[in-house]
């Protein structure tokens, strides 16, 4: 269980290392697909992080294209609603590329988007047959640093003010929707591949919480933010998504 302080701070200068990261990535033979395993054409459904919109993974999925997979986004503009209503988003946009493809669909979620990867892999294994985190507390989903709760609240207050909420404690950690029960249900490790993908390093997210029963933990180094344009995350991405689907 994670042990992350009531009151982290976090790292939010080292959090400018993101652009740094990407320009390594831009000179990196991985960007080009090299030396990385290919896809084989699975749909592959990518979620962004909190306050973040789908934009903010076009790099992410254009190498994902580029590797053979097929990316898609799930429609976000800015990832601050009930956590519920979100993840009904999310699985409808599986439900149609399963009806699609015919086949089942990788998940790639940053941060919260990660939250999701792990409430929709419980709710829907026979329609999920990957799931990749990046950056995402895994454990008691608030492990995060201060200025971060801070965003949290703001966004919290809009909810309740939208009445958007679909539970009394929306965006609370005992929040008790459906989103909040699968997200805290065990991995089903016998039928998706769980990937949770941290870095030490991390200056928004408490990185024990990202180290789970059920998952196959992956340490590479560099920012939160630069977790969806780090060279080294790609390569455990392409590795996550290259494993046997579980029949």
Same mark, same amino acid.
Request: hydrophobic share 45%; aromatic share 6%.
């Given at each position: 269980?994670?042990?992350?302080?009531?009151? %982290? %701070?976090?790292?939010?200068?080292?959090?400018?290392?993101?652009?740094?990261?990407?320009?390594?990535?831009?000179?990196?033979?991985?960007?080009?697909?090299?030396?990385?395993?290919?896809?084989?054409? &699975?749909? =592959?459904?990518?979620?962004?992080?909190?306050?973040?919109?789908?934009?903010?993974?076009?790099?992410?999925?254009? %190498?994902?294209?580029?590797?053979?997979?097929?990316?898609?986004?799930?429609?976000?503009?800015?990832?601050?609603?009930?956590?519920?209503?979100?993840?009904?988003?999310?699985?409808?946009?599986?439900?149609?590329?399963?009806?699609?493809?015919?086949?089942? *669909?990788?998940?790639? $979620?940053?941060? &919260?988007? +990660?939250?999701?990867?792990?409430?929709?892999?419980?709710?829907?294994?026979?329609?999920?047959?990957?799931?990749?985190?990046? +950056?995402?507390?895994?454990?008691?989903?608030?492990?995060?640093?201060?200025?971060?709760?801070?965003?949290?609240? @703001?966004?919290?207050?809009?909810?309740?003010?939208?009445?958007?909420?679909? @539970?009394?404690?929306?965006?609370?950690?005992?929040?008790?929707?459906?989103?909040?029960?699968?997200?805290?249900?065990?991995?089903?490790?016998?039928? =998706?591949?769980?990937?949770?993908v941290y870095s030490k390093g991390?200056?928004?997210?408490?990185?024990?919480?990202?180290? *789970?029963?059920?998952?196959?933990?992956?340490?590479?180094? $560099?920012?939160?933010?630069?977790?969806?344009?780090?060279?080294?995350?790609?390569?455990?991405?392409?590795? @996550?998504?290259?494993?046997?689907?579980?029949?």
């Amino acid at each position: 269980m994670s042990t992350a302080p009531d009151r %982290w %701070w976090g790292r939010p200068l080292a959090e400018s290392r993101w652009a740094l990261e990407l320009a390594r990535l831009l000179v990196d033979p991985v960007l080009l697909g090299r030396g990385v395993a290919r896809g084989d054409g &699975r749909p =592959v459904l990518l979620m962004p992080g909190f306050l973040a919109g789908d934009p903010t993974l076009l790099v992410l999925a254009t %190498w994902l294209r580029r590797l053979g997979h097929r990316p898609y986004g799930c429609g976000f503009v800015a990832n601050v609603d009930c956590s519920d209503r979100a993840l009904d988003r999310v699985e409808r946009r599986v439900e149609q590329l399963h009806r699609r493809y015919g086949r089942r *669909v990788a998940l790639v $979620g940053h941060s &919260r988007g +990660g939250h999701f990867a792990r409430a929709l892999a419980h709710r829907r294994p026979e329609r999920v047959s990957h799931a990749v985190a990046l +950056g995402a507390d895994l454990q008691r989903m608030f492990g995060i640093s201060v200025p971060t709760q801070l965003a949290v609240i @703001a966004a919290r207050r809009g909810v309740a003010a939208l009445r958007r909420g679909r @539970a009394e404690r929306c965006l609370y950690a005992d929040c008790t929707c459906s989103f909040a029960q699968d997200f805290a249900a065990p991995i089903p490790t016998d039928r =998706v591949r769980f990937t949770s993908v941290y870095s030490k390093g991390d200056g928004v997210v408490h990185w024990p919480g990202s180290v *789970v029963d059920g998952a196959d933990c992956v340490e590479v180094t $560099g920012s939160h933010v630069g977790l969806i344009v780090n060279r080294k995350a790609y390569r455990a991405i392409a590795d @996550a998504l290259a494993r046997p689907e579980i029949t």
